[in-house]
């Protein structure tokens, strides 16, 4: 059974290599990536809920047991990402298959998506902090075309920016692994774990623990965002909305992972900061979503202010911030897929990314409008959409913790996002159309049904929330204890 946890990563870059060599077959090659990433999405569903019945598993490659080998580890919050990666990207491609356009999917459009999210999960359950880095490289690596895909101007111009900040920061992120290793003479997370927990958070662990807060800041826009709303508004929409709903998770994830299980011992420093960088990400995000009038830019900044908000769960560190904030995680990868889908939408109809040359949108696209307004309302945690119940959590832990700056910060980052939304919603969908009934351009139905898709689950996941409840717990529980995870490589 424990072979499973491998099945995420394998087959979509076993997938992605398979599709190269039949180019010019783009029928096939649709169909196989959405089977393929539906098998994911159940494979994972299997592992997410056999973790929940016999615990935590981990595969030992080659047979070489802890701490000397390469491992993979399932826990229930790992298992959650995966399988909301796998959902998301399954309705991604649909969306891309109606509108990427032939001449980008000759281009092995399909393969780099598949390789992409090999590396988003390898990334969710690698044991160890070099596999990290291996995954985080082949993440980025198939970013970078995809970023680039189309090779357009402002894709090549948005496109050196993002490149060069996340080589910079691999390079970084190298160097800390390197401190590591010279400094423990391991680099498995659980044993890592254990002998800091044993001999004790030393200063130069500490200084190491920064760099590694800077590496994460910024690859998952933690202060250090400034590439990110350009290089998010250059590709086309499928593959911006993979970027917005993913990458910056990866990000988040590595830092739950490492502030929780490594460098826990020191949080009036390290947890400290991380609080400071998640309540200057909230207020300078929400100036620069209502400082827009480019809906590219407006989402992207939305983007932003979720990861604040999701990391001030950490910076908190009790048990109900971090289910709040795993919650939220949850939600929001949903949720931010569904929102650069309908922007990317409403340009493609509209023609322009601006707002103030569009025009009464929903009299022309009904769905379309009320599915921007459920957004709306998810992201500003009205219930009964998913956003409330992380919104309720966090700020129940917030409170439990005295945190009340980073409370109130974080609930008036919520009013930013209501009131840049509601901005779109008024000046886009309402007033006066701009479309005659003879220009207006039709909304296809594989456009339209990853979006209701989206919808659903955005639905599904506020009104049920005690589906997932149970998973979502023992994640917390097993981030804020970090014997659990310890225990479960070491004892089997």
């Not at 985080?136 to 357009?152: D, H, N, P, R």
């Not at 008036?412 to 007033?431: P, T």
């Not at 594989?446 to 599904?460: D, E, K, R």
């Not at 009104?463 to 804020?480: H, K, N, Q, R």
Request: glycine share 8%; with cysteine; proline share 4%.
């Amino acid at each position: 059974m424990n072979n499973m946890i491998v099945f995420p990563m394998i087959l979509p870059v076993l997938t992605a290599i398979f599709l190269v060599f039949i180019r010019k077959h783009i029928l096939i090659q649709r169909w196989i990536s959405v089977i393929v990433m539906l098998a994911n999405v159940g494979l994972s569903i299997v592992i997410l809920l056999h973790v929940q019945t016999e615990g935590i598993m981990r595969l030992d490659f080659g047979g070489w047991e802890p701490p000397f080998g390469i491992l993979f580890v399932a826990d229930s919050f790992s298992m959650l990402l995966v399988v909301t990666t796998n959902i998301v990207t399954v309705v991604c491609l649909l969306y891309a298959m109606f509108s990427v356009g032939k001449e980008f999917e000759y281009m092995f459009f399909y393969s780099f998506v598949l390789f992409l999210i090999g590396g988003v999960n390898a990334s969710f359950l690698t044991g160890d902090l070099f596999n990290l880095f291996v995954s985080f490289e082949v993440m980025l690596l198939a970013s970078y075309a995809l970023i680039a895909f189309g090779g357009k101007k402002i894709q090549l111009k948005k496109s050196i920016p993002y490149i060069a900040i996340n080589v910079v920061s691999s390079w970084i992120f190298l160097v800390a692994i390197a401190y590591v290793y010279g400094t423990l003479g391991t680099l498995n997370l659980a044993h890592l774990s254990q002998i800091i927990a044993e001999e004790g958070q030393t200063p130069i662990l500490t200084v190491i623990s920064i760099l590694f807060l800077i590496v994460f800041s910024l690859k998952s826009g933690l202060l250090l965002y400034q590439w990110l709303p350009a290089s998010y508004s250059a590709p086309p929409t499928a593959i911006a909305a993979l970027f917005g709903a993913l990458l910056t998770k990866v990000g988040i994830y590595a830092m739950f992972r490492i502030f929780t299980l490594l460098f826990y011992h020191e949080p009036q420093i390290t947890h400290m900061l991380i609080g400071v960088l998640a309540g200057l990400t909230l207020i300078s995000g929400s100036i620069g979503a209502i400082a827009s009038n480019d809906i590219r830019y407006i989402v992207s900044y939305n983007v932003i202010i979720a990861v604040g908000f999701i990391l001030v769960g950490l910076a908190i560190g009790t048990n109900t911030a971090i289910e709040g904030s795993i919650y939220y995680i949850i939600h929001d990868m949903i949720v931010k897929a569904l929102l650069f889908l309908i922007a990317g939408t409403m340009i493609s109809l509209s023609g322009s990314p601006k707002m103030n040359r569009m025009s009464g949108l929903i009299r022309n696209y009904p769905i379309l409008g009320w599915l921007f307004f459920i957004v709306m309302l998810a992201l500003a945690g009205i219930p009964p959409l998913s956003g409330f119940i992380g919104k309720v959590l966090l700020g129940k832990g917030a409170i439990e913790a005295g945190s009340y700056v980073l409370l109130a910060l974080s609930f008036i980052s919520a009013l930013f996002v209501l009131y840049s939304l509601l901005r779109i919603f008024m000046d886009c969908f309402w007033g006066e159309t701009m479309l005659s009934a003879e220009d207006e351009p039709p909304l296809r139905k594989g456009i339209l049904f990853p979006l209701i898709v989206l919808g659903v689950l955005t639905f599904a996941l506020g009104l049920a929330p005690e589906s997932i409840a149970t998973f979502v717990i023992d994640g917390a529980e097993t981030l804020v204890n970090p014997s659990i995870y310890i225990d479960a490589i070491f004892d089997q």
